[in-house]
């Protein structure tokens, strides 16, 4: 459940972070929509702040989610089942008083 919650967040700010990267303005103008047509709003240099601490901020949550999703897929804190957790029992020795005697081979003499 945990799992499913926090993948669902991860894609979301995946969605978001690739969003805000294209919204950019780039160095030859590429997608960037901060150009002239965005008078009055917010100036080219607030608008690259803004966006630049958005990508800085989810970002940061996406690596978060990752080792957040890493660390409860590793399997180390998942809760254990009674089963793992019972003492393995070893098959009891038999007394030595109770262990039949082998009977050794008998001796044969060597002929010459």
Do not use: Y
């Amino acid at each position: 459940m945990l799992i499913t919650i926090i993948l669902i967040i991860h894609l979301m700010i995946a969605i978001a972070l690739v969003g805000v990267i294209l919204i950019q303005k780039s160095e030859g103008g590429g997608l960037g929509m901060g150009g002239g047509g965005m008078s009055g709003f917010m100036t080219g240099r607030s608008t690259a702040n803004l966006l630049t601490r958005t990508t800085a901020i989810l970002a940061t949550a996406f690596i978060v989610t990752s080792l957040g999703l890493a660390w409860l897929a590793s399997g180390d804190h998942r809760p254990r089942s009674i089963i793992d957790d019972a003492p393995i029992q070893t098959p009891a020795k038999a007394p030595e008083s109770q262990v039949p005697a082998v009977p050794a081979a008998p001796s044969v003499p060597l002929a010459k």
